[in-house]
């Protein structure tokens, strides 16, 4: 057995000596000066030249995200304020009371955290102690949160800033000061805290990192920095994570097999790069946010290339998908995402709205969007069939059989047929004998010139061959007075509108009309008429123009054979006169039993 005497310092139980408890490194490398805050000069520069020319307001509002230094730079204030022996507005940090702030135990600073002490006693409580007397010269109140005080705790601090002991300052932190009541905001000095850039975060980690002798990659620390979105107590946290782990996975790479299928409008692509990231134990919600970031350099590099913020060859690599992209289908997935990750709150399953975001941007046919139909219209007019531009979302083989198209497909196609066919002579009907009526009651088919040879009216032009059965007169009646008639020009619709059809057969239509002059003066707008039937009905549709006075039989089917007769002008008589009434006698009947009283 050794004696005592002979145990070596190496041999001494390890319990001896306790090992240091370990600190976070956002609190290990807290600053501690003025100087040490990073990318807030235009605060800390303000609040030295205040301390150090000794006119130190009595409050102050911070404001800004979160990470930013708010707390940080209100405790450096409280030190610069109470040090014995500052130097240029900054505090030395040896002096008994910089060592007390810094380790929390002094009585010269008092944190409240408004989020949870929000009420009016907590509020009451720190009042009635404002004005009792600490060992500094100053005594510094910080309120974290403000914005959550409520309403009565709120007007309790604002009876204590409008008239503040004389050793008393009192520094607001918040999130949101829109939230703070202008009143308290207008009593004190606000400063505006900002995000950090990238680069300065990523020079600060690798600072921390040599510092804390940590063994990471500068790839590594680069994306640790832009996973801080511009916080450094973030940046921190994560590297304190990734050191933790030994590196740090690279997200970019799944994100950018997302981008790919994006790309090339592969669907199933995208689904099964979501299933992996999701398999492995990520949040839908973080993956959308891994995509907008990604999605974000895509678009930057389409616009400025020098915001990327990327190494060389990812750089490139970036370009080529915004290249392929376009700067429209990125903003278009953008919103969708972002639209995406808002309705995740309240979903079941946000892994199902991501997966239906990925699925329109890939299949622009299974999207009803404006935006989406625009982009299958510009494709379709540069003449590209891209994936998705089917009901299949797959290009139809050739050979494939066509699909069956709709009865307007089917009356076009006809309509075309007839337009394309070779015109043909029209077949004149068999003269018929004779008429013994009265040319005023049934009369043939006339036009601005002398029929010769006794044939029908036709068109300028010999009308084409029927593409289809020739319309019933239920049709042609029903088609007239619900498209045709109100399709004309105004002149033939003023003429046509008295006239009505009586009968069809397989080469004519007859239509109608009260007398001689009527129909010649109908005869003119004729063609206009037969061209509006022919576009309703997908085929030619000639027109005979018979009078019908009321009591005389209908007309025949086919014209009669006799030429026109000539109007005798002889058989014309003046119609009655018109009993003009003068304007008294109008006057006498309106009002009946007046009398004409002359002066």
């Known amino acids: 057995m050794t004696p005592p005497s002979e145990t070596t310092p190496s041999e001494a139980p390890h319990s001896m000596t306790p090992p240091e408890p370990w600190k976070s490194l956002y609190r290990r490398y807290r600053p501690q000066r003025f100087g040490e805050v990073r990318g807030q000069d235009h605060v800390t520069r303000t609040l030295r030249n205040e301390v150090r020319d000794g006119r130190v307001t009595h409050a102050y509002l911070f404001s800004g995200p979160r990470g930013t230094g708010k707390t940080s730079t209100a405790r450096i204030l409280a030190k610069a304020l109470n040090c014995a022996a500052p130097v240029d507005g900054e505090p030395d940090g040896t002096c008994a009371s910089c060592v007390a702030i810094a380790e929390g135990s002094s009585l010269d600073v008092h944190e409240l955290d408004a989020a949870s002490n929000n009420g009016v006693d907590a509020m009451r409580d720190l009042v009635s102690r404002a004005a009792l007397g600490t060992p500094g010269r100053w005594k510094v109140y910080i309120v974290d949160e403000v914005h959550m005080l409520s309403a009565p705790a709120s007007n309790a601090l604002l009876k204590t800033l409008e008239e503040p002991p004389g050793h008393v300052i009192f520094v607001l932190a ?21 995000l950090l850039p990238t680069e300065l975060i990523a020079e600060h980690l690798r600072w921390v990192a040599d510092d804390a002798k940590l063994d990471l990659s500068p790839a590594d620390l680069d994306r640790v920095a832009r996973r801080g979105h511009g916080s450094a107590r973030d940046a921190l946290s994560v590297l304190d994570q990734v050191a933790a782990a030994g590196g740090l996975e690279d997200e970019a790479e799944a994100a950018d097999e997302v981008i790919e299928a994006l790309c090339e409008r592969d669907a199933g692509r995208a689904l099964v790069a979501i299933a992996q990231r999701t398999a492995a134990g990520l949040d839908a919600r973080q993956v959308t946010r891994d995509l907008l970031e990604r999605l974000r350099q895509v678009f930057l590099a389409t616009m400025a290339r020098s915001l990327v913020g990327l ?20 903003v278009r997935a953008m919103e ?13 399953d946000p892994r199902v709205l991501l997966e239906v975001a990925l699925v329109r941007q890939c299949r622009p046919d299974a999207d009803i969007s404006p935006a989406a139909l625009l982009e299958r219209i510009e494709r379709l007019e540069r003449g590209q069939s891209g994936r998705g531009a089917t009901d299949s979302g797959q290009d139809e083989p050739p050979g494939a059989e066509p699909k069956a198209a709709r009865p307007a497909d ?13 015109p043909t002579p029209a077949k004149a009907p068999d003269p018929e004998p004779p008429s013994t009526e009265p040319p005023s009651s ?8 002398p029929q010769q040879n006794n044939e029908p009216p036709s068109r300028a032009a010999p009308a084409p061959e029927p593409a289809g059965s020739f319309p019933t007169r ?3 009646t029903l088609a007239w007075g619900d498209v045709v008639l109100a399709a004309l020009p105004q002149r033939a619709k003023v003429r046509f509108g008295g006239g009505h059809f009586v009968g069809v057969d397989d080469t004519w ?11 010649d003066r ?17 085929r030619p549709v000639p027109l005979r123009l018979v009078v019908i006075e009321p009591g005389t039989p209908p007309a025949p089917d086919h014209p009669s054979a006799q030429p026109d007769d000539e109007i005798d002008l002889s058989d014309l008589r003046d119609a009655p006169a018109a009993e003009v009434a003068s304007p008294v006698d109008h006057v006498m009947q309106i009002f009946e039993g007046a009398e004409v009283v002359e002066d």
């Open 174 to 194: 918040t999130t949101d000061p829109q939230k703070v009541l202008p009143t308290i905001r207008s009593r004190a000095q606000h400063f505006e805290f900002r």
């Open 311 to 330: 190494p060389d060859e990812e750089l490139a690599r970036v370009e080529d998908q915004a290249r392929r992209l376009g700067p429209a289908a990125i």
């Open 336 to 348: 969708a995402l972002g639209d995406a990750l808002v309705a995740m709150r309240d979903a079941p």
């Open 410 to 422: 089917r009356a076009r196609a006809a309509l075309g047929g007839v337009r394309a066919a070779p």
């Open 442 to 449: 049934t009369e043939p088919p006339s036009s601005t010139e």
């Open 474 to 476: 239920d049709e042609l």
């Open 509 to 519: 239509a007859t239509f109608a009309l009260p007398n001689s002059v009527h129909r």
């Open 522 to 538: 109908c005869e003119e707008c004729r063609p206009d008429v037969e061209q509006a039937l022919a576009s309703h009905f997908g």
